[in-house]
């Protein structure tokens, strides 16, 4: 039985879930190069300071949805240029964060494990590229959804498709979208580095989750 002061918490643990970009893999500069490579085939600059951050959290669509807003179809022609360009040679200048394999095969003997990400048609290249396939039970992505986050909808399915509770799953990101996914999915939501510091669970970095799950939260035990 939980503790009283701990009423809010799962008694187990079954599924953790993961963003990608910022929490799997530090991205920043292969967003980056992948958008202003886009740009170029429209004769347009490169991303500026906020334009780099918002693409390190947002999707294709909603990045140009912001730099675009208003010129229909300038949105249209990029979205069109994205399809063209493989993300491919961008890989090369995406980072694993430290201990990435160590971290997920040691969550594997505990937890149920998912990445949940707006990424969408690059997932299956990013997949097999860095051999990730084996370390999820479950990938969801803009692919699989209407909407992407903020709004819940692919946390909701990952839980779906896994057949778990709300109360009995976490999601790990870097970003207020992802936590405010995670919340409108009735999810605990665990913030990962700097953007998120504020939140009231968090970690510095991806090697702090298991010890953190374990110590600041409930013991999970695999299911299925």
């Known amino acids: ?30 967003n980056v190069a992948y ?20 693409a390190h959290r947002l999707s294709t669509g909603q990045l140009f949805e912001y730099v675009f807003a208003g010129d229909a179809a300038l949105l249209e022609r990029s979205l069109s240029v994205a399809c063209e360009i493989s993300y491919a ?3 090369e200048q995406m980072t694993p964060m430290p201990r990435l394999f160590e971290v997920l095969d040691t969550l594997r003997r505990s937890w149920r494990t998912a990445m949940v990400t707006n990424r969408s048609a690059t997932i299956v290249p990013l997949l097999e590229r ?13 692919c699989d959804v209407t909407r992407p ?5 692919m946390v909701e399915l990952c839980l779906a498709r896994l057949g778990v509770e709300p109360a009995r799953a976490v999601y790990v990101g870097d970003s207020p979208t992802d936590g405010m996914a995670a919340r409108a999915a ?3 939501f665990i913030g990962l580095g700097a953007a998120v510091a504020g939140e009231e669970h968090w970690i ?4 702090a989750l298991p010890t953190f799950l374990v110590e600041r939260l409930s013991v999970g035990v695999k299911s299925g």
């Open 1 to 30: 039985m939980q503790e009283s002061g701990a009423a809010r918490l799962p008694e187990r643990i079954e599924l953790v879930m993961l963003d990608c970009d910022g929490v799997l893999f530090e991205s920043c500069a292969a």
């Open 35 to 54: 958008y202003d490579a886009i740009l170029s085939r429209l004769d347009r600059p490169p991303l500026n300071e906020l334009q780099r951050e918002l």
């Open 89 to 91: 040679p961008f890989f």
């Open 130 to 142: 860095f051999g990730l396939a084996s370390h999820f039970d479950a990938v969801v992505g803009l």
């Open 149 to 153: 986050k903020p709004a819940p909808d």
């Open 186 to 188: 009735g999810v605990r």
């Open 204 to 207: 510095a970095g991806l090697d």
